[in-house]
């Protein structure tokens, strides 16, 4: 983790650079050992930002000759910002992916913007005097109708990031997780797979109950019978017993079984401690891009019995470009549906 946010301060810091020294496109940036003594970090560390912001199209190397900027970069301004703000539920701890974070952060400030991230549970007045000010708001994770009625009452554009609860008449870029499930179950059918069994989240929380949706028709689709018996709605506070009293059932039961990401990190708990072996071939979803930091990807490596609902495209990302569009007058904000 410490390595990755060097590397993401260095990127920024390069930003700042180019923005500071006023250079405009094909203007040649200062040398790498120059860049090291600058943003204060290693030349491995400098060699690894520069590599990343020309794979953003941001800057050019050639080789022999230095590297040259490919677009101007303005200098952050302070009459505005974007606020993000991330919802939990009461008494929870959940916050988006660091990562999908501090890439939102580079997004809007290597274009001018401010952005600023704020952890609620209700609202408050710390909300209120967030908002003011605000050039918009982005709204994350438990949010309800009343909650979107009073940040409505504020008159700021807002945007839905992620599968919240729609809310009539607020633009929203949530993950397809219905597709998803589709395409995760179809997978295991074409290896065999006939009955299916799924131990899902929360039936509060909306991503579980899309997965419910899309497993549902899909099973139907393909002609397949949906088993009560094999359908297990968990409790989040009770995971782990759950885990191990239920999951054994299942696995031993079913072709395959479908598991919600969140309940995922406490079967490999269990099945290490257990030392499970079961013939059943499982099917984690959904995976999304914003979740696989380079900390976890081992976590996420497919087997002969293991496969995954991958979401390759970023929410977090798709919501700031989108964002960022409508404050520079190109789109209005409406709603993405991504799988």
């Not at 870029?173 to 065999?192: D, P, Q, S």
């Not at 079961?278 to 293991?306: C, I, N, T, Y």
């Amino acid at each position: 983790m410490g390595r990755q946010l060097k590397y993401d301060q260095a990127q920024l810091a390069i930003l700042d650079v180019i923005a500071t020294e006023k250079l405009k496109p094909g203007d040649k940036l200062m040398p790498e050992r120059q860049l090291v003594n600058r943003v204060n970090c290693s030349m491995i560390t400098v060699r690894a930002a520069l590599k990343s912001l020309e794979e953003q199209n941001i800057i050019t190397r050639r080789a022999g000759r230095g590297t040259f900027v490919s677009c101007e970069i303005p200098l952050a301004r302070h009459e505005g910002h974007v606020l993000f703000v991330n919802i939990e539920r009461a008494g929870g701890k959940d916050f988006p992916p660091d990562l999908a974070l501090r890439w939102m952060r580079h997004h809007f400030e290597t274009r001018g913007i401010g952005f600023e991230m704020l952890t609620v549970s209700e609202f408050n007045q710390k909300l209120l005097k967030s908002a003011g000010g605000a050039l918009g708001i982005l709204l994350y994770g438990w949010l309800t109708p009343e909650m979107a009625t009073l940040l409505e009452g504020l008159g700021v554009p807002l945007l839905i990031v992620g599968s919240s609860q729609p809310i009539p008449g607020v633009a929203q870029v949530h993950y397809h997780v219905g597709e998803c499930t589709r395409r995760l179950i179809k997978r295991l059918a074409h290896t065999g797979a006939r009955r299916f069994a799924l131990f899902n989240g929360e039936r509060s929380y909306s991503i579980a109950q899309e997965i419910m949706t899309g497993f549902e028709s899909t099973l139907a689709e393909l002609g397949l019978e949906l088993d009560p018996e094999g359908v297990y709605w968990s409790d989040y506070e009770l995971l782990e017993r759950q885990m191990d009293e239920v999951m054994p059932r299942l696995a031993m039961k079913y072709d395959a079984v479908l598991m919600e990401t969140g309940a995922y990190p406490a079967y490999l708990t269990a099945a290490n401690y257990h030392h499970w072996r079961f013939p059943a071939r499982f099917g984690v979803l959904p995976l999304f891009k914003d979740m696989e930091s380079h900390e976890r990807q081992h976590l996420f490596r497919e087997g002969p019995d293991l496969f995954f609902g991958r979401i390759d495209r970023s929410v977090f990302l798709t919501a700031a470009e989108l964002f960022q569009g409508y404050l520079a007058g190109k789109n209005e904000l409406y709603t993405i549906s991504i799988d």
